[in-house]
T-cell receptor
Framework: DGGITQSPKYLFRKEGQNVTLSCEQN?????MYWYRQDPGQGLRLIYY???????QKGDIAEGYSVSREKKESFPLTVTSAQKNPTAFYLC????????????FGQGTRLTVV | AQSVTQPDIHITVSEGASLELRCNYS??????LFWYVQSPGQGLQLLLK??????LVQGIKGFEAEFKRSQSSFNLRKPSVHWSDAAEYFC?????????FGAGTRLTVKP
């Protein structure tokens, strides 16, 4: 079955460490997105990629980095520069670069300890 | 500026009662409109969406929503709530590569 998979589901990180969240899709979607979810704030866009080897910053890109070396994969690295990384992270993908038919992953909860 | 407002942070309804979750938006043009549901610790599941046409849209799990252009609203409704509907609900509006989410409304269902 086609889908979008995020791993791990729960992730713990020590302060000062970088950590990478995985997002893989087998839907043959061109566009992929990373959102961050904090209580009472809805979802905010971190980065998005419309095509392989290209990506753009979203509203809250500071302290994050991404890569898009393969169509299926869009990993997000939370760097030590991110001041408040504890959050729920959602990855999404769409077929045609619009968000009309977005599929979302199950999310990764990152906790800094 | 584009924005989405869900005025109710938390709503509690009795099982079997009707439900309406409010969503208001501010956007430059008529956007695409969505409602998503999120169970604890899970991703988002699309309930329904509006792009154009009939302003009353039907979704999964017995939900429907009505787009009212004059009020810039896209309220979600269900005639009879089930205990399994307890979750967080997000309204989202957007255009081709821009999607804005509301802060969410948490639904609690009383037995």
């Amino acid at each position: 079955d086609g889908g979008i998979t995020q791993s791990p589901k729960y992730l713990f990180r020590k302060e000062g460490q970088n950590v990478t969240l995985s997002c893989e899709q087998n839907l043959n979607h061109d566009a992929m997105y990373w959102y961050r979810q904090d209580p009472g704030q809805g979802l905010r866009l971190i980065y998005y990629s419309q095509i392989v080897n290209d990506f753009q910053k979203g509203d809250i890109a500071e302290g994050y980095s991404v890569s898009r070396e393969k169509k299926e994969s869009f990993p997000l690295t939370v760097t030590s520069a991110q001041k408040n990384p504890t959050a729920f992270y959602l990855c999404a993908s769409t077929l045609d670069g619009t968000l009309k038919g977005a599929f979302f992953g199950q999310g990764t909860r990152l906790t800094v300890v | 500026a584009q924005s989405v407002t869900q005025p109710d942070i938390h709503i509690t309804v009795s099982e079997g009662a009707s439900l309406e979750l409010r969503c208001n938006y501010s956007y430059g043009a008529t956007p695409y409109l969505f409602w998503y549901v999120q169970s604890p610790g899970q991703g988002l599941q699309l309930l329904l969406k509006y792009f154009s046409g009939d302003t009353l849209v039907q979704g999964i799990k017995g939900f429907e929503a009505e787009f009212k252009r004059s009020q810039s609203s896209f309220n979600l409704r269900k005639p009879s709530v089930h205990w399994s509907d307890a979750a967080e609900y997000f309204c989202a509006v957007g255009a081709d590569d821009d999607m804005r989410f509301g802060a969410g409304t948490r639904l609690t269902v009383k037995p």
